[in-house]
């Protein structure tokens, strides 16, 4: 039970991280620091959109962008946590 805990952390950790790129890769675009004209970033872009939106669409339902200010990768962050902890503990 241990190894699937411990699987069961990793691939939420590795999601976590993956939602924190998406968030700073689209400040980066839209400061222009990040070129989406470069075809790497544009791909790169592409599967961080990917992997994410899905569920953070869900979440934008919930608590859509209130004044520019988008809320929903905190939320999920914190959703994820949540539910990292309530099934490792339930494995344990």
Known sequence: MNALASL????????????????????????????????????LLGFLYRITEPALRQIRRIIPPLGGFDFSPMALIILLYFLRDLIIENLR
């Open 8 to 43: 069961i952390d990793t691939v939420f950790t590795i999601y976590i991280f993956l939602l924190l790129a998406s968030v700073i890769s689209s400040w980066l675009v839209s400061f222009n620091v990040l070129s989406t004209q470069n075809q790497f970033i544009y791909s």
